[in-house]
């Protein structure tokens, strides 16, 4: 019989396949219900907060705008489960074919996302995506693997 424990951690893993299903489909409908409303999201784009599910679902459509075949990976997550709040983090990369016809190898980003298990269910009610930054030119590093 598995511990609640185990079947929390099961349940966000699931949740994590979703959002990755979702990006891959580009299934904006499918990614929507993996968000609270109130989600305060810290992303690679502009502004330096996202606030609300509509908020990150835009991110999600200029991201669409721009990949015409997404892929997302995510490796090594790892995931902490503490009563109805949990995070996890993880290294993902997004890649795939541009709408202009050319294929990008993508970057690796750092992910951190904080889940509440609202009404039975676990969404992710904050998350952050960062890249490594060189400080002495100012510039993102986008070109470190895992």
């Known amino acids: 019989m598995a511990t609640q424990h185990a079947t929390d951690e099961a349940a966000i893993r699931q949740q994590v396949d ?11 409908d499918g990614l929507k219900p993996l968000y609270a409303t109130d989600i305060v999201s810290f992303d690679v784009q502009p502004p330096l907060q996202h606030v609300g599910a509509e908020a990150k679902m835009k991110n999600w ?27 996890a983090h993880s290294l993902n990369r997004l890649s795939g074919r541009l ?18 298990k609202l009404d039975g269910k676990w969404l ?12 002495e030119s100012g510039k993102a590093l986008m070109d470190l693997e895992p």
Do not use: K
């Open 61 to 87: 459509v200029d991201v669409f705008t721009i990949y015409e075949e997404p892929h997302y990976e995510v490796h090594d997550l790892t995931i902490t489960v503490d009563g109805d709040v949990a995070f």
């Open 18 to 28: 979703n959002l990755i299903d979702g990006i891959r489909a580009r299934d904006l």
């Open 124 to 135: 992710i009610a904050h998350d952050h995506v960062s890249l490594p930054l060189d400080f």
């Open 99 to 116: 709408t202009n016809g050319t294929t990008a190898s993508g970057f690796w980003v750092r992910f951190t996302a904080c889940f509440r």
